[in-house]
C-alpha cells in the first residue's frame, strides 16, 4: 500500500521555545519524508522532540515555541504543492479539516461527557459536510464506529459509558471521518493497556490499506512501531538519529541509541530480547553536549565522538534505504547538517 511517492517533506525544520538568547532549540534540522499511504513511526524518549515535531508541522505550536526554520511541503491528491509554514490562517483551517486529522496525547478525555457517542459523531460530519442529510449523518456515523471495532448499537452511549480503548477508537473514528490524508497520531495509546494498543495500532494499519491515508505515529514504545509500521525515524536531542524500514531497524540497529531504545521495551512477539535500559538522562537542550550528543550515554562512544558531531547519512557498505548519525557508521553519503549546524558538503540524498 506505501508508495514511493512523496505526500508531505519536511525540511530542515528548526523549532525553538522562546526568541533571542533565551531561545531552546528543541527540533534541530530535521529532514524527513512520509510517502503516500505509509505508516511512518516516530520514536524516542521523552523530551526529545516529537511531539514538538508534530506541533510544528501541523502549526499548532503552543507560544512560546515558534519554528524558526525549514519547510513542511504537502503534496495534496490534485493541485499544486504547498508549504504548509506559508499558509494563511484561512488556508490553514481548510487543510486541516480537508487533508489532515490529528489525534494528540490524552485525546480520549476531549470527547464531551454530557452528549452522546452519535451527536459527536454527526456533528463533525456536519460540520464539514453540510449538504449531507441527517439519516445520511447517522449511517455515517455508524459506518465509522464498525469501522473503528464498535458495535454500531454504541452510538447512544455517553463517553463514560465506554472503555478507554472504546474512546479512543471513537477519536480514531472520527479522524477518519473526513477521509483524510494524512493522519498524525501523537502517543494516542498510551493510556492504555499494552495488547489495547496493539489492537489499535494493528486496526489503524488495516484501515490504511483499505483508505489509502498516511500515519505518522509517534510513541516513546518503539517495540510497538516495529510491529506496525512500513518505516521509522528516531530522535534524541530535537535530532533524527537513524531512519530506516521497520524490519531493518528491528534487525540490526545501527544508532546505539536505537539499540538501547529496542532493548528498553518487551517485544510480543519475535524472538526475546534481554532488556538492558538506557544509562544516564536525556540531554538537557539549554546546553547539549559537544560532539555527538548521545556520547555521556553511549557505551560504544569513540573519542572522536566527544567532540565532532556525526552526520546523518547513508552509512557505507550497509544495504537498503537507511540514514544515520553515527561515527561507528562511516557516510557514503551526507545529508542535512552536522550537529553543530555546519553545511556538510557530500553527495546529498533524501531521507526517503
Ligand atoms: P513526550 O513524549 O514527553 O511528549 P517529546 O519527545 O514529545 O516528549 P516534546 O514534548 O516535543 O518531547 O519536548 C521537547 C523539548 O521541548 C523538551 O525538552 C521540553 O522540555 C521542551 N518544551 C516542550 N514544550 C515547551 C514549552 N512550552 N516551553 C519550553 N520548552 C518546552
Ligand atoms: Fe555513540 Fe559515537 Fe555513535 Fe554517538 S557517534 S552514538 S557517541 S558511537
Redesign the pocket.
Same mark, same amino acid.
Given at each position: 500500500m506505501s508508495t514511493a511517492e512523496p505526500l508531505l517533506e519536511i525540511k530542515n525544520l528548526c523549532v525553538d521555545y522562546g526568541l533571542g538568547d533565551q531561545a531552546v532549540t528543541a527540533v534541530r534540522d530535521v529532514t524527513l519524508t512520509l510517502n503516500r499511504g505509509e505508516v511512518l513511526g516516530l520514536a524516542g524518549e521523552s523530551g526529545s522532540g516529537k511531539s514538538t515535531l508534530a506541533y510544528g508541522v501541523t502549526r499548532l505550536l503552543p507560544p512560546p515555541g515558534v519554528v524558526s526554520a525549514g519547510s513542511v511541503i504537502y503534496h495534496p491528491r490534485s493541485g499544486p504543492s504547498v508549504d504548509l509554514l506559508g499558509m494563511t490562517p484561512a488556508q490553514l483551517r481548510a487543510f486541516r479539516w480537508a487533508e489532515t486529522s490529528i489525534v494528540f496525547q490524552g485525546a480520549m478525555n476531549s470527547l464531551n461527557p454530557v452528549h452522546k457517542v452519535a451527536t459527536q459523531l454527526t456533528d463533525v460530519i456536519k460540520a464539514h459536510e453540510p449538504k449531507l442529510g441527517a439519516a445520511a449523518r447517522v449511517a455515517r456515523a455508524r459506518q465509522l464506529l464498525t469501522m473503528v471495532g464498535i458495535a454500531a448499537d454504541r452510538m447512544d452511549s455517553y463517553p463514560h459509558q465506554l472503555s478507554g480503548g472504546m474512546r479512543q477508537r471513537v477519536m480514531i473514528g472520527m479522524a477518519l471521518a473526513l477521509e483524510p490524508q494524512l493522519v498524525i497520531m501523537d502517543e494516542p495509546t498510551t493510556a492504555l493497556d499494552v495488547v489495547m494498543q496493539r489492537q489499535i495500532l494493528g486496526q489503524l494499519v488495516e484501515l490504511r490499506e483499505r483508505l489509502g491515508f498516511s500515519v505518522l505515529f509517534i510513541t516513546h514504545d518503539l517495540s510497538l512501531l516495529v510491529e506496525f509500521t512500513d518505516r521509522i525515524a528516531i530522535m534524541y536531542g530535537g535530532q533524527i538519529?537513524e531512519q530506516a524500514p521497520s524490519a531493518e531497524i528491528y534487525a540490526t540497529p545501527l544508532?546505539?541509541?536505537s539499540d538501547g531504545l529496542l532493548h528498553s521495551f518487551p517485544a510480543l512477539r519475535g524472538p526475546r530480547r534481554e532488556l538492558a535500559g538506557i544509562p544516564g538522562s536525556p540531554p538537557d537542550l539549554r546546553g547539549m553536549p559537544p560532539?555527538?550528543?548521545?556520547?555521556p550515554? @553511549?557505551?560504544?562512544?569513540?573519542e572522536?565522538?566527544?567532540t565532532q558531531p556525526?552526520v546523518l547519512a547513508r552509512p557505507a557498505g550497509v544495504g537498503g534505504n537507511r540514514t544515520v548519525? @553515527?561515527?561507528?557508521?562511516p557516510a557514503s553519503a551526507t545529508i542535512g547538517h552536522a550537529m553543530n549546524g555546519d553545511q556538510i558538503l557530500g553527495d546529498p540524498v533524501g531521507s526517503h
Open positions: 538519529v544508532h546505539p541509541y560532539g555527538c550528543p548521545f556520547h550515554r @553511549c557505551r560504544r562512544a569513540l572522536q565522538c566527544e556525526p548519525s @553515527c561515527w561507528l557508521h
